[in-house]
């Protein structure tokens, strides 16, 4: 898949993917100003124009990438797996599945989607990344 940013000034290839996902965590809704719309694109992901993207550190496990010149965000990227979550808007094509919504249970109650979806609160999303029973945390 190919993609932009508004001004042009990164351009972006990632694998063909269909599926979707949503977070309605604060802190998603607060770097878009509303539920994140991302395409899991995972590690082999290229970006064009690296002067022009800028990174912030957002939590000990992900950073959150956005052009310097025009705004658009760019990528949310997990750092134990080196998975990239590109926002579908960035894309070419239109041609994508709402599959899954993670944070349901911090959903504001002023919108709503129609697609049904599986549907995982905060705690569900934490305990598919905790460490195994008696592994070490790390």
């Known amino acids: 898949m190919q993609g932009h940013c508004l001004c042009g000034a990164v351009r972006i ?6 599926e979707v996902g949503s ?5 998603c809704r607060r770097w878009g100003g509303g539920p994140s719309l991302m395409a899991h694109c995972g590690r ?20 959150r990438a956005f052009c310097g010149t025009c705004g658009t965000h760019l990528y949310y990227k997990l750092l134990p797996t080196g998975e990239y979550f590109v926002p579908a808007g960035v894309f070419e094509s239109n ?28 705690a569900q999303v934490l305990a598919q990344f905790a460490p195994p029973e008696g592994g070490a945390a790390g």
Not at 95 to 100: C, N, P
Not at 104 to 122: C, G, I, R, S
Request: aromatic fraction near 16%.
């Open 95 to 122: 041609d994508f599945e709402l599959s899954a919504q993670i944070y349901v249970d911090n959903k504001p109650d002023y919108y709503a989607f129609a697609n049904v979806t599986p549907m995982l609160t905060e």
């Open 44 to 63: 082999d992901v290229q970006f064009e124009g690296g002067a022009h993207i800028s990174v912030f550190a957002s939590s000990q496990w992900a950073e």
């Open 13 to 18: 290839t990632s694998p063909d993917t269909r």
């Open 23 to 27: 977070c309605h965590c604060g802190f």
